[in-house]
């Protein structure tokens, strides 16, 4: 089945500079990649998606790349702002089922 | 539109006693998954409804836990007798039949003792 990784497990930046967690995943067959943010004690909300026929995808300070070819895909957040620190999941589904299949999570920590 | 919710927000039982826990998921939506997350550790999937029918029951760790999906609208989880390895974080998410975007709730917090 399915297998995500994520990394780092942890990421601590300054205000301003830029953020950029990496996930692989192994099945092929997967098309779509979100990315959800978690921050503490609230639910994980979606911040930005792709799918498989798209290389790239930009929502003001988020961007997601996706290589098919090597099968990972990357978070990019620039200016990153205090408001940022959260917990961030990337994901990977098949549209068959729709289940997701997640990473292991980053915890990332935007220091003022 | 109103979330997905799900209830009760924290619960606290002791081991092999039951837990119900219960997603309302957003109006119009037939797709319902039930996830978990244990501490610090990844959100895993358990099981998928298409309105009352169980789609993909995989990820159910075993026969203790139960999902119902009456009616095809709120969905009940529930685990009988619990272990102290069933704590953790139980989502629900919803999503539309033509759409990507799954929505989740709060989430439940479980605690066996």
């Known amino acids: 089945g399915e297998n995500v990784e994520q990394h780092p497990s942890t990421l601590s930046v300054q205000e301003g500079d830029s953020a950029v967690i990496k996930c692989t995943y192994s099945?092929?067959?997967?098309?779509?990649f979100p990315w959800y943010k978690q921050e503490l004690g609230k639910r994980p909300q979606l911040i930005i998606d792709?799918?498989?026929?798209?290389g790239e995808k930009k929502d003001q300070r988020i961007a997601v790349t996706l290589n098919k070819t090597a099968k990972h895909f990357s978070l990019h957040i620039t200016e990153t702002q205090p408001e940022d620190s959260a917990v961030y999941f990337c994901?990977?589904?098949?549209?068959?089922?729709?289940?997701?299949?997640f990473g292991q999570g980053t915890e990332l920590s935007v220091k003022p | 539109e109103a979330g997905v919710t799900q209830f009760p927000s924290h619960s606290v039982i002791e081991k092999g006693q039951t837990v119900t826990l219960r997603c309302d998921p957003i109006?119009?939506?037939?797709?319902l998954y039930w996830y978990r997350r244990v501490m610090g550790k990844e959100i895993k999937f358990l099981l998928h409804?298409?309105?009352?029918?169980?789609?993909?029951e995989s990820g159910m760790p075993n026969n203790r836990f139960l999902a119902e999906r009456t009616g095809g609208t709120y969905s009940t989880l529930k685990v009988q007798p619990a272990e102290l390895e069933d704590s953790g974080v139980y989502f629900c998410?919803?999503?539309?039949?033509?759409?990507?975007?799954?929505?989740f709730g709060p989430g439940t917090r479980l605690t066996v003792l």
């Open positions: 109006s119009g939506h037939d797709n």
């Open positions: 409804f298409v309105k009352e029918s169980k789609q993909d």
């Open positions: 792709i799918r498989s026929n798209v």
């Open positions: 099945d092929s067959a997967s098309n779509y």
């Open positions: 994901a990977a589904t098949d549209r068959q089922g729709g289940k997701l299949i």
């Open positions: 998410a919803s999503r539309r039949d033509w759409a990507d975007t799954q929505y």
